[in-house]
């Protein structure tokens, strides 16, 4: 089985900042892409963020400049560096990697549980 844990949510008043995390778990052949995905009440779920496996890196129009995206390998670990925050970036931020897990011979989608993000203006 695998698992996306994220931590690091929280209040945040406009302005300020927060770093997510990204943990995965499991019996993990390799990690592909990885990235944070974020939906607002009411809203669909958007892009945030991608990094692939080698480092390029992907963003939203609306945060570029403000977050980062990084990982490490080694720990199967992504992190979302948010600066300059907005209250319009609230929202429940979503951890997604492409994983190919030990039990299969392709890789799949896998998801984290969501951490809350509240920005106050």
């Known amino acids: 089985q695998v698992q996306l844990v994220e931590s690091g949510g929280g209040l945040v008043q406009a302005g300020g900042s927060l770093r997510l995390s990204c943990a995965a778990s499991?019996?993990?052949?390799?990690?592909?892409?990885m990235g944070w995905y974020r939906q607002a009440p009411g809203e669909e779920r958007d892009l945030v963020a991608t990094?692939?496996?080698?480092?390029?890196?992907n963003y939203a129009d609306s945060v570029k400049g403000r977050f980062i995206i990084s990982r490490d390998s080694a720990k199967n670990t992504a992190y979302l560096k948010m600066t300059a925050l907005k209250p319009e970036d609230t929202a429940v931020y979503y951890c997604?990697?492409?994983?190919?897990?030990?039990?299969?011979?392709?890789?799949?989608?896998?998801w984290g549980q969501g951490t809350q993000v509240t920005v106050s203006s």
């Open positions: 990094i692939t496996n080698g480092g390029d890196t």
């Open positions: 499991g019996t993990i052949v390799r990690i592909d892409n």
């Open positions: 997604h990697a492409a994983v190919r897990p030990s039990w299969l011979p392709k890789f799949s989608d896998y």
